[in-house]
T-cell receptor, first 115, second 111 residues
Framework: ETGVTQSPTHLIKTRGQQVTLRCSSQSGHNTVSWYQQALGQGPQFIFQYYREEENGRGNFPPRFSGLQFPNYSSELNVNALELDDSALYLC??????????????FGEGSWLTVV | KQEVTQIPAALSVPEGENLVLNCSFTDSAIYNLQWFRQDPGKGLTSLLLIQSSQREQTSGRLNASLDKSSGRSTLYIAASQPGDSATYLCALQTGANNLFFGTGTRLTVIP
């Protein structure tokens, strides 16, 4: 148990729709990152939020957006869904407090299927 | 751009055998390297973290090494067990907790 919870665990959407995925980070962690893992691939970095601001972004189009809330929980929003967006979406939390470990804790993920 | 390669892509071994998983990377400017385990349909569990200044880390039957100069890391699993069957991913941390992952090695330990 990592303390990182994601919802929903599974969902099916139609091409062109919008989706919101949610993540509650581990207690005390102020940084949340989102990753996309297609079947048979390693996770790919989407973006990171630190203290409610985007702090780094991978090679994903603007229709992938996010939010971080004052309690450090986070949302990933994807607009205009495409078939290739079908993947496992992983949330990871970590702490940027100086002197703390850099271990990153992952949630169980949200499986998104776009049909 | 950082590229991470894991070889082999899949590996089957009989129970009790010792094994080595390999990870290579192209850019040695890393903060640390982590090895993760992923069970089918699940999230990632961190196994070992090696800081860039370290050469190896051990946890139980697992030992991970890091050679930044050659851009390589290995994960050694001693006395493998069926419960070790999973996909093993290496990931490099560069800058603000951003991870670059390899594609993983799918390990099957046969009873």
């Amino acid at each position: 148990e990592t303390g990182v919870t994601q919802s929903p665990t599974h969902l099916i959407k139609t091409r062109g729709q919008q989706v919101t995925l949610r993540c509650s980070s581990q207690s005390g962690h102020n940084t949340v990152s989102w990753y996309q893992q297609a079947l048979g691939q390693g996770p790919q970095f989407i973006f990171q939020y630190y203290r409610e601001e985007e702090n780094g972004r991978g090679n994903f189009p603007p229709r992938f957006s996010g939010l971080q809330f004052p309690n450090y929980s986070s949302e990933l929003n994807v607009n205009a869904l495409e078939l290739d967006d079908s993947a496992l979406y992983l949330c990871a939390s970590s702490s940027r407090i100086p002197g703390s470990e850099n271990t990153i804790y992952f949630g169980e993920g949200s499986w998104l299927t776009v049909v | 751009k950082q590229e991470v390669t894991q070889i082999p892509a899949a590996l089957s071994v009989p129970e009790g055998e010792n094994l080595v998983l390999n990870c290579s990377f192209t850019d040695s400017a890393i903060y640390n390297l982590q090895w993760f385990r992923q069970d089918p349909g699940k999230g990632l569990t961190s196994l070992l973290l090696i800081q860039s200044s370290q050469r190896e880390q051990t946890s139980g039957r697992l030992n991970a090494s890091l050679d930044k100069s050659s851009g390589r890391s290995t994960l050694y699993i001693a006395a493998s067990q069926p419960g070790d069957s999973a996909t093993y991913l290496c990931a490099l941390q560069t800058g603000a907790n951003n991870l670059f992952f390899g594609t993983g090695t799918r390990l099957t330990v046969i009873p």
